[in-house]
């Protein structure tokens, strides 16, 4: 089954790309965009610009940033994979997320590469829960993040301290699988069940949580409710439905491609 996604040789691959999706974040755009510009090495940005109701894509643009305009607001899911999709045609080595909100800080990429760097990792998560400090989210969001680390633990035995992060870094292995398969809203759970099934090896790194620069998030408590309980049925479903024949080999022509 074709995937859609390009085959690169070893001698056109980029270094990094890092995936901004947002939505109607025209106040804090600008800065995450600064923050990440000024990494040494400098990756390159992508902003997903998620059906925004304001200048959040122009802004965007401005600062220097690639920019993909989503038809409508699509869901966070789906605008991390047209970013994935877009990473992987152009040949990126690694791809990673941050939040649009400045809660993630941008330097913390330098460390995440490491294990990725080494062969160590495929897929490595920011967690803000290995060491303390920096801004404590809300008790319905720690609610569900112990939530998932419990189920996680019972149904697929990974020991996850933060799978609801939206800070990570993937090879292209890891961004293979994630390409071919992401939940359209709220995929950090899920991921990491793909991941665990097409064997790629996770880490986590500590990471400090900031708060926004501006705004408040889109996800109240009755969101948080909903995908509490979206997630953990996807989480049961998909850890009894066996992978796709294609998902493990894209993942290793990924790792072939660059070698």
């Known amino acids: 089954m ?23 974040e025209a106040y804090n755009i600008s800065e995450v965009i600064q923050e990440v510009q000024a990494l040494n090495p400098r990756p390159d940005v992508l902003v997903i610009d998620d059906g925004s109701s304001d200048e959040t894509g122009a802004i965007a643009a401005r600062m220097g940033a690639r920019v993909i305009t989503m038809p409508f ?15 992987l045609e152009r040949g990126y080595a690694l791809i990673a997320r941050l939040d649009s909100d400045g809660q993630h800080d941008p330097s913390a990429l330098n460390a995440l590469r490491v294990p990725i760097d080494a062969g160590e990792a495929d897929f490595v998560l920011g967690s803000r829960y ?10 319905a969001r720690r609610l569900g993040r112990r939530w998932f680390t419990l189920l996680l633990r019972l149904v697929c035995r990974l020991r ?23 939940s359209f809203d709220y995929p950090e759970v899920d991921s990491l069940v793909y991941l665990q099934r097409n064997r790629c090896a996770i880490q986590e790194l500590p990471v400090t949580m900031r708060s926004r620069f501006s705004g408040r998030s889109s996800i109240d408590g009755s969101k948080i409710l909903y995908y509490m309980l979206k997630v953990t049925i996807a989480l049961l479903i998909g850890r009894v439905r066996s992978p796709m024949p294609s998902d493990r080999s894209m993942a290793e022509k990924s790792k072939s491609d660059v070698n």
Do not use: Y
């Open 2 to 24: 074709s995937t859609g996604v390009k085959a690169v040789s070893s001698s056109t691959t980029k270094t990094m790309l890092v995936l901004l999706p947002a939505l109607n």
């Open 73 to 87: 607001n699509c869901g966070i899911g789906a605008s991390v994979q047209a970013g994935l999709r877009f990473g």
């Open 130 to 139: 290995l060491e303390k400090g920096g801004f404590a989210s809300t008790f």
């Open 160 to 182: 996850i301290t933060d799978p609801t992060s939206g800070c990570w870094m993937a090879n292209r292995t890891a961004a293979a699988v994630l390409h071919r398969e992401h």
